[in-house]
């Protein structure tokens, strides 16, 4: 796992390091006297993607091994994004279903791309071998949004969720799911 942190910190790093494009220019210029000038520039400039996106759908493809999921995002301000999911266990053995609602702040206020925090709520209801328990969870995380593609969405995120089991009185099934949790997302989606 530590080699897939550092590989995702890597590439969260690299993507966000803005670009620019250096345009190397010479001109030749006659005169009306037939004298010719010659002059040479460079010009520096950086673009920015500045189309609208309103909604976004993502998941989180490394998020498969435990959960399938899905999540809405929707931009209520120039600043702040809010979301809600689902998700359901693959695990066999392991049934279920889990809701999330997120809330999203940009402080370059470009909502749904760049740079965001975001903190999080998550309840799972959760059942294996006949046992079931209720799971709250909160948490926080830090993340890059951005669009490769005209509306094709890839996002990065690394934070931490504690989550609180409603019974303890439950078996060895469920202590896992009980206590903090790093969190790693790597989010695929669209935006439109």
Known sequence: MNKLTLFLVLLFVSISINAQVVTEEKRKTVTEKGDTIYTESTIVSKSEDITPREDMLVINPLKFFLFYNLSYFHKVSESVAVGAGFQIPTISGLGGVGL????????????????????????????????????????????????????????????????????DNVDDDFNSYSGSIPVVRFDIGYAW
């Not at 909502?111 to 709250?136: D, I, Q």
């Not at 995120?157 to 609180?164: A, L, V």
């Open 100 to 167: 999330n609602a997120e809330a999203r702040i940009y402080p370059s206020k470009k909502t749904l791309r760049g740079f965001y925090f975001a903190p999080n709520l998550t309840y799972m209801k959760l059942t294996a071998h006949g046992e079931s328990v209720s799971a709250f969870g909160l948490g926080a995380l830090v993340g890059w949004q951005w669009f490769p593609g005209d509306d094709f969405a890839i996002g990065l995120g690394i934070g931490i969720d504690h989550y609180t089991l409603s019974n």
